[in-house]
């Protein structure tokens, strides 16, 4: 016998957001806790990306992550075949991980305008930042948020994940 149930996409697919949609979105998760907000391109996922990211959540009561678009990702010199899996496909991805409430994208080099209409409570970002130097940070500072550096797992790096596979 041949089950036809329809089968419905998945639920975290739900968790993506337009850029226009995330500010409602980002108040409506306000009321739960302190948003947290963190950002990066997050190509291939591994062990390290979701050790960051539980350790992000774990500061509030949701967590945001915004992605750098493809045209974003390219600008920041990691190759010209990066990122490898298109800017959907990440976000699928980042939406399915338990620690991540809601993902959204960012076009510009920096989430700079995008933390500004957003607005988190807390900025996060990894360790090799210094948090006192980017702009970010202040512009959460001067609204009454606060910023803060998780240390990298050691060991982990989607670049390096790539340099060890293409040498086969």
């Known amino acids: 016998m041949t089950d036809t149930t329809t089968l419905h996409p998945p ?11 995330a500010i ?4 409506t998760l306000r009321a739960i806790g302190p948003v947290v907000f ?4 997050f190509d291939v996922l ?6 960051y990211l539980a350790q992000a959540r774990s500061l509030g ?16 010199g990691k190759g010209p075949d990066r990122p490898l899996n298109n800017e959907l496909d990440r976000a699928a991805l980042m939406a399915a991980l338990e ?15 995008l933390i500004t209409e957003l607005r988190p409570d807390v900025l996060v970002k990894g360790g090799d930042y210094d948090m006192n130097k980017l702009a970010e940070t202040q512009v959460v ?13 050691d060991g982990y790096s989607t670049t390096a994940l790539v340099k060890k596979i293409r040498q086969g």
């Open 38 to 41: 963190t950002n990066g391109v």
């Open 24 to 27: 409602a979105r980002v108040a």
């Open 99 to 113: 620690s991540v409430s809601l993902v959204t994208w960012f076009d510009e080099d920096t989430p700079l305008e």
């Open 46 to 51: 591994h062990r390290g990306h979701a050790s």
């Open 61 to 76: 009561g949701s967590l945001v992550v915004a992605l750098n678009s493809d045209a974003s990702a390219r600008r920041l």
């Open 11 to 21: 639920a975290f697919l739900s968790k993506l957001s337009s850029r226009q949609e």
């Open 141 to 153: 500072l001067a609204y009454g948020g606060r910023a803060q550096a998780i240390p990298f797992v």
